[in-house]
């Protein structure tokens, strides 16, 4: 390993280290075979396979798509940025809760604060409210592009049934954090949400009932829909991503083209 | 029983002559019944034991194998290679479909399959036999003889008989997991064997699915026949592989094989270049939106004072729209119930049109556009044409009220 001058050089001993570090027992026991970081790792049809089949999140992909669902005009990544905003909730959403506290008298506070008094608090707010409308807007336009391609023709129309269950709940998740900043804004936007809930025949005042636990907002409303918003409806959501997901598998991968 | 396509067995047979270091011509030959079977070069192997062995059995043929996968995926990315080929096996076993997976083997070995203990695949090929079968393998090419059933394999190959099996396995192994033995019998006559053109036995290797196997075969399994019976048949010679049997199908299962070839490229790294791209693109997007634009913070919630106008999230602006044009028991619940709640959840129920091409859903299509049009319409007018009392406004001339952008581009 040594240069002329008999010492060796720092390119050098970067690449033994990366090559001690990536040919470690450690990392051979992390890495499945076929990961691209594997040491000795080739590109072959074979390990292009085996990159999606030994990994926990690629594999929610088959090993081979056809080739027209690759192309970017087909879906525009439609599904998968929702699944992916929705992760991205997911995060700034747990950096929010460590700020937050749902009660009427220290909610607006508490995000005064986030915004002046956290490192990156505004930023990652504005993520979150953000991410959320862009939430609402691609699923809407994942459903769209679904039914322009006609993807919910048998054998799919379950699926599409469960995609419209997520429409709802992504719109009940986006609603029930609108309330969480508790201002003016958040406040009477819930109260003409519910009261349009309210029209609803027969259940109607059930659900404003249950939803605002209580005839209108107050402070058990609050916490109502911080809890529904951070834990009841993204639990149902998983779930249901869970069987969509499964289900265009299933069904026998993305759908054909036009 | 159908003929079998030239470049198809061709290509099978430059796998197998790879493999077994055999002249292509030869072994095209032997391939069509018009010479005689070279006797394979004798391997030794251990003799494999019972389900503990699986996984590396699995490791070990997925190694074996890997030549002839690579032979038969360099074609991967022509524009339009016969991935998925059909074979319409006939009422009697065809003993050259099945050789053509297995690289060393005699040909005549199949038909001895039946007895073959246990519905354990290893590493598995697929067939998907009866009705609907549609069989689906990620890893590799797939027979699929029929219709749409779906059996899946992320690694290898898979059985998925009678049409609604559905088998999915990613470490390989394919069985109907709670099938006696007994059932999965087949009687030799009446055997058919449908095979998967490429054989790649289990790349997972790994024992994931080893032993148990977590085929589900809806209990009406034809049969899955252990590829490698872990007892060789009697009268198999030492040093001999035993058959590797893809599976055993009843012969009157299939009357027609319908099944087109399909384009197809890796997931990786064609649509996972996709995606990260998309992923970056709506991130960066997300975080410069986030920094350029604020999230409103209005004065702390009041209940005495009720803002002018009051407007819902701009997602229920346009039911709020509606509201102000019908009676609320029309609007607020009649229109969003049946276009919302009912309307979507029945639309592939009542659209019995079995064709996606636009041309031939014209009415879907304008029904859909419109109510996209009609929605979208709405909401604008909610949320930029609608100011003190909820009162029609141009923004133009009174404002915008929609306290969501009120602090519309604010730099920090």
């Known amino acids: ?156 129309e379950f699926n599409w049934v469960v995609g419209v269950v997520l429409l709802f709940l992504t719109l009940l998740l986006s609603f029930s954090g609108y309330l969480l900043p508790w201002d ?30 209580g005839v209108e907002v107050s402070g058990a409303t609050l916490l109502r829909f911080y809890v529904l918003h951070v834990l009841a409806f993204p639990f149902i959501l998983v779930i249901f991503l869970a069987v969509h997901f499964w289900r265009v598998r299933k069904d026998g991968g993305i759908s054909g083209p036009l | 029983m159908t003929e079998i396509p030239e470049s198809l067995l061709r290509r099978s047979a430059e796998a197998k002559a790879k493999a077994l270091g055999l002249p292509v011509e030869q072994v095209l030959a032997e391939m069509k019944g018009e010479a005689p079977p070279t006797p394979p070069p004798s391997e030794p192997e251990p003799a494999v034991q019972a389900e503990g062995s699986v996984a590396e059995e699995m490791e070990e043929s997925a190694e074996r194998s890997a030549e002839i996968e690579e032979a038969v995926e360099s074609v991967d990315d022509d524009p339009a ?37 246990t519905p354990e695949g290893d590493g598995g090929v697929v067939s998907s036999p009866e009705g609907e079968g549609d069989a689906e393998d990620d890893g590799g090419d797939v ?51 449908a095979t998967a053109v490429e054989d790649r036995p289990a790349p997972a290797g790994d024992g994931d699915g080893a032993g148990s196997g977590n085929g589900a075969g809806n209990g009406k399994v034809a049969s899955v026949v252990s590829t490698r019976p872990t ?41 996972m270049l ?16 986030s920094v350029v634009i604020h999230s409103p913070l209005l004065e702390p919630a009041n209940f005495n004072a009720t803002p002018n106008p009051s407007k819902a999230p701009w997602y229920f602006l346009g039911l709020q729209e509606l509201l102000s044009y019908f009676d609320p028991q029309i609007a607020g619940v009649t229109i969003p119930t049946i276009t919302g709640f009912i309307g979507f959840w029945i ?29 979208a319409t ?18 133009w001339q009174d404002g915008i009220f929609f306290d969501d952008l009120r602090d519309w581009v604010q730099f920090e």
């Open chain 1, 1 to 156: 390993m040594a240069n002329g001058n008999g010492k060796t050089g720092i390119g050098e001993r970067i690449k033994e280290a990366n090559e001690k570090l990536w040919g470690s027992q450690v990392a051979e026991s992390i890495l499945r075979p076929g990961s691209p970081f594997k040491k000795g790792y080739s590109d072959s049809p074979r390990n292009r396979s085996y990159v999606v089949m030994n990994n926990v999140l690629y594999h929610l992909h088959p090993v081979k798509v056809k080739r027209h669902g690759v192309k970017l005009s087909y879906t525009l990544c439609l599904g998968g940025l929702s699944f992916f905003l929705f992760i991205l909730l997911t995060i700034t959403g747990i950096f929010l809760m460590f700020y937050y506290t749902p009660s009427a008298e220290t909610a607006y506070a508490d995000i005064e604060a986030l915004s002046t008094n956290v490192a990156f608090g505004s930023l990652v707010r504005n993520m979150h409210r953000w991410g959320a409308h862009l939430m609402v807007l691609s699923v809407f336009l994942h459903m769209s592009r679904v039914f322009y391609h006609g993807a919910y023709k048998p054998p799919r």
């Open chain 1, 184 to 213: 003016q804004l958040a406040l009477w936007a819930v109260t003409v949400g519910t009261n349009m809930a309210g029209f609803v025949p027969v259940v109607g005042n059930e659900v404003k009932f249950a939803l605002l636990a």
């Open chain 2, 81 to 117: 290679p016969a991935e998925e080929t059909a074979v319409e096996p006939g009422a009697e076993a065809e003993p050259e479909i099945v050789a053509e997976t297995e690289a060393d083997v005699p040909p005549a070995a199949p038909t001895e399959a039946p007895p073959a203990p």
């Open chain 2, 143 to 193: 027979s699929s003889p029929e219709g749409e059933g779906d059996a899946e394999d992320d690694g290898g190959v898979v059985s998925s008989p009678q049409g609604e099996g559905d088998a999915e396995d990613d470490g390989g192994v394919v069985s109907s997991e709670d099938e006696p033995a007994h059932e999965t019998e087949v009687e030799p006559a009446a055997a058919a064997v």
């Open chain 2, 231 to 271: 007892v060789p048949p009697k009268g198999t010679p030492e040093g001999v592989r035993t058959q590797r049997l893809l599976t055993v199908v009843k012969a009157r299962a299939i009357q027609t094989v319908k099944a087109e070839p399909t384009d197809k490229v890796n997931t990786w790294p064609h649509l």
């Open chain 2, 274 to 289: 996709m995606e990260f791209g998309a992923l970056l693109a709506i991130t960066g997007l997300l975080v410069i939106m």
């Open chain 2, 347 to 375: 639309i592939p129920y009542v659209d019995k049109n079995p064709s996606t091409r636009p041309s031939d859903r014209k009415f879907a299509i304008a029904l859909y556009s419109v109510f996209l049009a009609g929605a």
């Open chain 2, 378 to 395: 709405l909401t604008i007018f909610g949320v930029l044409f609608r100011g003190l009392g909820f009162n029609w406004a141009y923004p």
